[in-house]
């Protein structure tokens, strides 16, 4: 049965793929299988006799790879390899190796990966190389490397095969080198200062009343659900309660939301904690923090990111209130009442709930007016109670708190608090966030987190909180446009998976076998299609001939705020200039299965406004119902269609 299985798999196989298998096979029946390899021993890296060639030349070295390119010329070959470190180039000979050695690399393919022994030299042409007096193969690639992801590089299939893209793509690789530095640095920076770090659970026994949704999962032993963590931060304050002055954790957060260019469900974050300080205390660190890292990251101060200059030693502070009126015109201490606040909002168009106070409104003109203009480093302090139920109020304004978010390229990157230490107004706020959340998800099982309160009725010292996310500040100080280049496996849906066969079905374990699936196209029943009727009044074609229809690539895509239908694409419509187009199909759609690809929209549409935000196009898309349900597909074209193409 097994080699019946067998013999089906191979048929299946690219003519490439199959080819590879029959020399793995013709090897393992000589007694040569490359799996069965267990150590090679090195002794040089790649870079390291590239940049210290006077060192190395005409010397052994132990080396090892992946073959990257070969050029076989009778009795003689050029084959670069790449190692961890870099790409460098071997010549092999006969005459060195002998005919049956020689004769053997010969047939090893592309992405192989081998071990070679040889002298340093420099060809004629003054390239460092090594001349092969040994070679190993001690890996054999089952998979040719993908040539087309040299050049225009599929952002998909990069992200789900992230092992093939940091392969052929080495800046790819320098971005995850750079993460880790900056990991490193961060560390280095928060130990000097004398913090401890430390570790909390990720999972957790109740869910808190937060309004991030979490993961949820259920202990068998115990026999109860439990909900990977949203933050860090009140286990992290029961340490400060507990006797620990200065506290930090880097720490995976586990969010259960939407998806787009810069939110992923599980991301990292630093939380810290500081006793006998306050949200100054903070801004401090984030000032100071943040110039040290593009200092030692990108060797200066100023960085550029997305076409923008950042400085990062430049820092403007503006409270909520001072940000509002001079982006908007409209003045909080000019509201003399709740209602005269919503009224405003609604002069300046923006919606807001119809009990609103002063302080929902005044958050609302920021999310409208202020965020996408704080391209610049700046803090944002003095936020209203009402969306801050974790900071201290400000004692001689009790509306506010003390607590401010810092922005840089328009994105929020971190939130810090003086953190609230009264457990009584504490546990009124925790009650009243799980009342909110109650009226907005009635099943939630959200609830107070008494134990948090009764650490507080210990008594916290006064204390400065900060957390920030590790995946956006890695965007910023690498130039990348989406979390997920900066992720090495990102969170993506999962696409043509073949459905479980029901248990009776189910081949047994015995006889299992690797299987090479090929993608599956969505299959539609086309008896329960129903199509919109068409249109029976004709458009004179003169009309019709003015709309332009154009190709246009995503750069990037999110959903929009407090919006449950729209998604705010950002497009390259070949004129040099990002358009920004909005269009209503969440239900249909996550914004990262969007980002890459190639689109087609009317570009002369006059301009709309929705949520606040100015929609200039429309997104052509594909309209049909199943048993009285809509279905959705957006028009994808071929890649190879330049952006800003015009359709006819």
């Known amino acids: ?162 092992y093939v893209d940091l392969i052929v793509n080495p800046e790819v690789k320098d971005t995850f080198v750079k993460r880790s530095l900056i990991l490193k640095e961060i560390r280095s920076y928060l ?88 949200y100054k205390g903070m801004m401090d660190i984030v000032i100071e923090m943040n110039t040290m890292l593009a200092e030692k990251i990108c060797g200066s101060r100023k960085i550029m990111y997305q076409g923008n200059e950042i400085d990062m030693g430049n820092w403007e502070k503006l409270t909520m209130v001072e940000a509002v009126k001079k982006y908007s015109g409209a003045d909080y201490y000019a ?33 409208a007016y202020v965020e996408d203009k704080l391209i610049q480093p700046t803090i944002i302090y003095d936020y209203p109670v009402e969306n801050s139920p974790l900071a201290k109020r400000k004692p001689d304004e009790p509306a506010f708190t003390e607590r401010f978010e810092y922005f840089i390229n328009c994105t929020e990157f971190g939130n810090a608090f003086s953190e609230l230490n009264d457990p009584i107004d504490q546990k009124e706020r925790f009650e009243k966030q799980v009342a909110a959340k109650r009226l907005e998800e009635p099943n939630t099982t959200a609830q107070v987190d008494e134990d948090y309160v009764t650490a507080l009725e210990y008594g916290l010292a006064p204390t400065g909180g900060l957390g920030f996310g590790i995946d956006r500040l890695v965007m910023l100080l690498t130039d990348s446009a989406s979390i997920r280049d900066v992720l090495l496996f990102p969170t993506m849906k999962q696409i043509d998976a073949p459905q479980a066969k029901p248990a009776a079905e189910a081949a047994p374990v015995a006889e299992a076998a690797p299987v090479v699936e090929e993608p599956v196209a969505e299959v539609i029943d ?20 003015k709309s332009d229809f154009r190709a246009v690539k995503v750069k990037a895509c999110e959903a ?67 048993e009285g349900e809509e279905k959705l597909h957006v028009l994808m074209v071929d890649d190879h269609i330049p952006a800003g193409a015009k359709l006819y």
């Open 526 to 545: 086309f008896s329960k299609v129903e199509i919109e009727p068409l249109f029976s009044d004709f458009v004179d074609f003169e009309t019709f001939s």
């Open 335 to 367: 509201w003399e009442s709740d209602e005269a606040a919503r009224a405003v909002a609604k002069e300046l168009k923006v919606d807001v709930p119809e009990n609103a106070t002063k302080g929902t409104v005044l958050v609302e003109l920021f999310d």
């Open 560 to 626: 929009v705020k407090k919006s449950k239908k729209l998604l705010q694409f950002t497009l390259d419509d070949g004129t040099g200039t990002d358009r920004t187009i909005l269009s209503g199909i969440h239900a249909f759609y996550e914004p990262e299965e969007l980002v890459g690809k190639t689109l087609i929209a009317i570009t002369n549409l006059p301009p709309r406004t929705m949520m606040g935000i100015e929609s200039n196009g429309m997104i052509i898309s594909a309209v049909h119902s199943e």
């Open 191 to 278: 130990d000097s200062k004398g913090f401890l770090e430390v570790d909390t659970p990720i999972l957790t026994p109740f869910e808190i009343g937060a309004s991030a949704r979490p993961f949820v999962t259920h202990h068998n032993t115990l026999d109860m659900d439990m909900y990977l963590r949203i933050e860090t931060e009140l286990y992290l304050k029961r340490l400060i309660v507990g006797g620990f002055d200065k506290v930090y954790e880097v720490g995976r957060i586990f969010r259960n939301e939407g998806m787009d260019t810069k939110h992923n469900p599980e991301f990292t974050s630093i939380e810290l904690y500081q006793a006998y300080t306050d």
């Open 1 to 162: 049965m097994a080699d019946n299985i067998t013999e089906e798999i191979v048929v299946d196989l690219s003519d490439e793929m199959r080819v590879r298998r029959e020399k793995l096979a013709k090897l393992v029946a000589e007694g040569k299988d490359p799996f069965e390899i267990t150590k090679y021993d090195l002794d040089a890296t790649a870079k390291d006799i590239l940049d210290n060639y006077e060192a190395y030349e005409g010397k052994q070295v132990s080396i090892a790879g992946r073959i990257m390119s070969k050029r076989v010329m009778g009795k003689a070959s050029f084959v670069h390899i790449l190692d961890a470190t870099a790409k460098i180039q071997l010549y092999v000979q006969i005459n060195t190796l002998g005919e049956e050695v020689y004769s053997a690399f010969k047939t090893w393919d592309i992405g192989d990966i081998i071990g070679v022994k040889g002298e340093v030299f420099k060809t004629r042409s003054g390239e460092t190389s090594i001349k092969a007096e040994a070679v190993k193969l001690l890996s054999k690639s089952l998979r040719p490397l993908p040539e087309k992801w040299h050049g225009l590089k599929d952002t998909d299939m990069r992200y789900r095969q992230r």
